[in-house]
């Protein structure tokens, strides 16, 4: 079974960028399509971004224009590129492999989701 960990995570000014990694192991990540979701406190999980096998990808709302996700299948990587940070943007973020429908990014749903990672955590504030 894949196991995910994400790495990247730290404290940021608004309009900063940082770069998320999601490393996986046990598994080659090519077979999978990926989902970035993160977790506020006091607020829902929220769908970020996603990346099917193929490479196409989606985004939420949220973060369109301002986040890029990418896949490095030879390093076993996927990442979330982080731009214009906002400090709504403050959450832990986790990656996970999609379970239903597991080669394309048709929804961002988190029960659709299976192996998830512990997560990083993302600060932004002056």
């Known amino acids: 079974q894949v196991r995910l960990v994400e790495s990247g995570g730290g404290l940021v000014q608004p309009g900063g960028s940082l770069r998320l990694s999601c490393q996986a192991s046990?598994?080659?990540?090519?077979?999978?399509?990926i989902g970035w979701f993160r977790k506020a406190p006091g607020k829902e999980r929220e769908g970020v971004s996603c990346?099917?096998?193929?490479?196409?990808?989606i985004y939420s709302d949220s973060t369109k224009g301002r986040f890029t996700v990418s896949r490095d299948d030879a390093a076993n990587t996927i990442y979330l590129q982080m731009n214009s940070l906002k400090p709504e943007d403050t959450a832990r973020y986790y990656c996970?492999?999609?379970?239903?429908?597991?080669?394309?990014?048709?929804?961002?749903?988190?029960?659709?989701?299976?192996?998830w990672g512990q997560g990083t955590y993302v600060t932004v504030s002056s």
């Open positions: 990346i099917s096998v193929g490479g196409d990808t």
């Open positions: 046990g598994h080659t990540l090519d077979d999978y399509t």
């Open positions: 996970a492999t999609k379970a239903y429908k597991p080669t394309v990014c048709d929804s961002m749903r988190g029960s659709f989701f299976g192996s």
